[in-house]
């Protein structure tokens, strides 16, 4: 049984940064594809990042909403994926989650798990 869990959230203002972080458990992390979406009040879960890991690396993918902002990255010897999350603004409130699946197109159609969130909170 694959466990995720998120952790790093929490209350910024708008041009500040943070940190979010997701363990996995429960099978070989290399072998999947992780990534990161949210979901606003009232709002669809969205995605925003995934990373994969191939041969030749890591391949990352952004929602254009994030790019140039935020970097996702992993620590295999960790399980470990983050979240690096810069120039905050107050549209990226949101309960942020962690996903996998075995592909990122896979994870973008509707990951297999799921971790429990986290909120992020951007203040103006």
């Known amino acids: 049984q694959v466990q995720l869990g998120e952790s790093g959230g929490g209350l910024v203002q708008a041009g500040g940064s943070l940190r979010l972080s997701c363990a996995i458990s429960?099978?070989?992390?290399?072998?999947?594809?992780m990534g990161w979406f949210r979901q606003a009040p009232g709002n669809e879960r969205d995605f925003v990042a995934a990373?994969?890991?191939?041969?030749?690396?890591?391949?990352?993918y952004y929602a254009d909403s994030v790019k140039g902002r935020f970097t996702i990255s992993r620590d295999n010897a960790k399980n470990t994926v983050y979240l690096q999350m810069n120039s905050l603004k107050p549209e990226d409130t949101a309960v942020y989650y962690c996903?996998?699946?075995?592909?990122?197109?896979?994870?973008?159609?509707?990951?297999?798990?799921w971790g429990q969130g986290t909120q992020v909170t951007v203040s103006s």
């Open positions: 996903a996998a699946d075995s592909t990122p197109r896979n994870l973008r159609q509707g990951a297999r798990y």
């Open positions: 429960g099978r070989t992390f290399s072998s999947y594809a």
């Open positions: 990373i994969s890991w191939n041969w030749s690396g890591d391949n990352t």
